[in-house]
């Protein structure tokens, strides 16, 4: 993380920089050329001024400067070991690099908004620690408001007895400054169970469009083009052009800069009893590691085809990290010998449908060599959906990123993923109808 260099014009793996390139936002923002978010909108926030660690390998503290008290909450997450710290939404003007460095229990920390009204800081430890005092001094003695969380080394089953105290974590703001956040996620599921009760007598089969990344995480990036954006953009224009047929119903994981864990991208899914699952994603080589060009389609397995899928599942399921909590749960029934039927079937499907779309995007998109690869992503992990994540091109490419920013090219792509879709129904009923 410390070795990440920030320019511009370079391209960056964001999934390993997020933390700097958040920063890097911040800083632009004030200097009034990109507004993003606005400097006036963000000066109504408490501002987060610096950060310091001190102590050893036994007790470590993190120290904030903020020019007013917050309110906060902290807890610890294991495998990977991580503290998250959670405060309303602040203005993070911490000095370049910051967090990039570690002390004592502490290897890195990194920061920023994961929704509105909501900022969070998360630690990777060196190993199991527990949260041994947190609290908020007033300003004093000519220093400013900080906020302090102490850590103290514990051995594993220390740990476990500290995660059973703490509350479980979930990822909503918890506390008084994100008020305005929680009274919109209110109305945003009130109106949500009105669509629902619309839904239950829509027999349609359902289609999920899952544009990756989002909020903090903004995936990979070029320039001034980030992923989490391209993926949207894409993401809606293919929602609106399968919506016009009326042959599905279609659902979004996400329809604007939100973050959403991996987990709740597949149970999305699965709680729609979706008959398709389509996550967007775009890829980039690491700096110095080549070109490659050309979208590619992935499907789930335990073992990655080579090691450029095992690269990339292991990239795209760092998105939690970037967000910061990692709340995947493994289901406890995988043993269950219907879930492995139903994935053993929803496998066969989703190779099918691989296989589809492949035939229609190479009429229209430049494809990669080797276009169809599996590796282990969580994003694909609904044992009864059949899903299939595509990576629509290299951002570091720069012919393929000539198309993803271009309307005429995610037109022809769009119309070429509707029509594989079309075909995987036609397939579906057709074998529906001969099987009765
Ligand atoms: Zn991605």
């Given at each position: ?5 920030i ?11 997020a ?17 993003s ?5 963000a ?17 470590t ?9 917050v ?42 908004m ?21 609290y ?16 103290e ?11 059973a ?36 007598s ?28 391209l993926?949207?953009?894409?993401g ?22 939100t ?19 389509v996550?967007?994603?775009a ?51 995988v043993?269950d ?17 691989a ?8 009429t ?9 690869k ?31 920013v ?9 119309g ?21």
């Amino acid at each position: 993380m410390g070795t990440c260099v920030i320019h511009p014009v370079l391209l960056v793996r964001a999934l390993l920089c997020a933390a700097a390139l958040l920063y890097l936002g911040v800083a632009v923002a004030s200097a009034g050329e990109a507004p993003s978010p606005s400097p006036v909108a963000a000066s109504i926030f408490p501002i987060a001024s610096d950060a310091r660690l001190a102590g050893d390998a036994k007790q470590t503290r993190f120290v904030l400067d903020l020019d007013k008290a917050v309110q906060f909450r902290a807890f610890t997450l294991a495998d990977p070991y991580r503290v998250v710290l959670d405060i309303p939404q602040v203005n993070f003007q911490f000095p370049a690099g910051t967090g990039a460095a570690g002390r004592g229990l502490i290897k890195a920390f990194r920061y920023g908004m994961v929704m509105p009204g909501g900022s969070r800081i998360v630690f990777d430890l060196t190993g199991p620690a527990r949260i041994a005092k947190s609290y908020v001094l007033e300003a004093a003695n000519g220093q400013p408001p900080r906020l302090v969380l102490e850590l103290e080394e514990v051995d594993r089953t220390g740990f476990v007895q500290s995660l059973a105290v703490e509350s479980r974590p979930e990822l909503r703001p918890a506390i008084a400054g994100a008020a305005d956040a929680v009274v919109a996620a209110t109305a945003m599921a009130e109106a949500k169970s009105v669509a629902s009760k619309a839904a239950e007598s829509d027999t349609r089969p359902v289609v999920v469009i899952d544009p990756g990344h989002g909020g903090a995480d903004n995936g990979t990036q070029s320039g001034g083009e980030n992923e989490k954006d391209l993926v949207l953009g894409f993401g809606l224009a293919l929602r609106d052009r399968i919506e016009k047929s009326g042959k599905y119903r279609v659902v979004m994981t996400r329809e604007d800069d939100t973050f959403i864990p991996l987990a709740d991208r597949v149970k999305v899914a699965r709680n729609q009893s979706a008959a398709l699952f389509v996550s967007i994603h775009a890829d980039a080589l690491p700096r110095g590691e080549g070109d490659a060009q050309g979208a590619t389609i992935y499907t789930l397995s335990d073992r990655a085809s080579d090691a450029e899928a095992e690269r990339l599942a292991e990239a795209e399921n760092k998105a939690d990290a970037i967000g910061g909590v990692n709340l995947t749960e493994e289901p406890t029934e995988v043993a269950d010998i219907l879930i492995d039927l139903a994935r053993r079937e929803t496998r066969t499907f989703s190779n099918r449908f691989a296989r589809l779309l492949m035939g229609e995007m190479k009429t229209t998109a430049r494809m990669h060599k080797h276009p169809l690869k599996s590796a282990g992503f969580k994003v694909l992990k609904a044992p009864d959906v059949p899903s299939v994540l595509v990576e629509l091109g290299y951002v570091s490419n720069k012919g393929d990123l000539e198309h993803l920013v271009s309307e005429n090219w995610r037109s022809r792509t769009v119309g070429s993923m509707a029509q594989a879709i079309d075909a995987f129904f036609a397939k579906r009923v057709a074998k529906a109808g001969t099987a009765n």
